[in-house]
T-cell receptor, first 115, second 112 residues
Framework: AQSVTQLGSHVSVSEGALVLLRCNYS??????LFWYVQYPNQGLQLLLK??????LVKGINGFEAEFKKSETSFHLTKPSAHMSDAAEYFC?????????????FGKGTHLIIQP | DGGITQSPKYLFRKEGQNVTLSCEQN?????MYWYRQDPGQGLRLIYY???????QKGDIAEGYSVSREKKESFPLTVTSAQKNPTAFYLC???????????FGPGTRLTVL
């Protein structure tokens, strides 16, 4: 069964500091992994994705994530936080049904940026 | 501009009433999905459809129904059997066989 664990429902960092959001997954098939961002009362926007190519994935807005199979992790990082990064972030893993059976999401991490 | 539209953005209904949420996409995607979002719970899959006139139950389908009569449209009905329908509902779509999903702006349903 697919599952995603995001450590920390809330993460607070100072503006300009490193952002690290943690994601661990469990998957019965080779994992495809995603990070999405959600601003208040909006839909989800894709930040980046891992689909079995390069293990270090670069996304939009300066974010990147590294796939580590041995640790079953896909943590999201950004070297320098900006006020506009304040949002909810979701990690997701593909379903095991072969393509169109939905994603399994973590419960989300609310990123707070302190001025 | 290609994308997914959901309407209305906010919806209020009395307890015991059925309500239908609209989802339309012009991305020419074959697969469409409905998710429910509750605070601190992430997104949970309600129903999904890979092709017209076919759909599958997700993890929390009880109290919901869908139809897929057109490729572009995947409406969700929240029935009176759904015990706790107040939530944020998100529709998504993807190319067949591609795991990346594109999301609509969501509908916030409040049952009074």
């Amino acid at each position: 069964a697919q599952s995603v664990t995001q450590l920390g429902s809330h993460v607070s960092v100072s503006e300009g500091a490193l952002v690290l959001l943690r994601c661990n997954y469990s998957s019965s098939v080779p994992p495809y992994l995603f990070w999405y961002v959600q601003y208040p009362n909006q839909g989800l926007q894709l930040l980046l994705k891992y689909t079995s190519a390069a293990t270090l994935v670069k996304g939009i807005n300066g974010f990147e994530a590294e796939f580590k199979k041995s640790e079953t992790s896909f943590h999201l990082t950004k070297p320098s936080a900006h006020m506009s990064d304040a949002a909810e972030y979701f990690c997701a893993v593909r379903g095991s049904g072969g393509g169109a059976d939905g994603l399994t999401f973590g419960k989300g991490t609310h990123l707070i940026i302190q001025p | 501009d290609g994308g997914i539209t959901q309407s209305p953005k906010y919806l209020f209904r009395k307890e015991g009433q059925n309500v239908t949420l609209s989802c339309e996409q012009n991305l020419n995607h074959d697969a469409m999905y409905w998710y429910r979002q509750d605070p601190g719970q992430g997104l949970r899959l309600i129903y999904y459809s890979q092709i017209v006139n076919d759909f599958q139950k997700g993890d929390i389908a009880e109290g919901y129904s869908v139809s897929r009569e057109k490729k572009e449209s995947f409406p969700l009905t929240v029935t009176s059997a759904q015990k706790n329908p107040t939530a944020f509902y998100l529709c998504a779509s993807s190319v067949a066989g591609n795991y990346e999903q594109f999301f609509g702006p969501g509908t916030r349903l409040t049952v009074l």
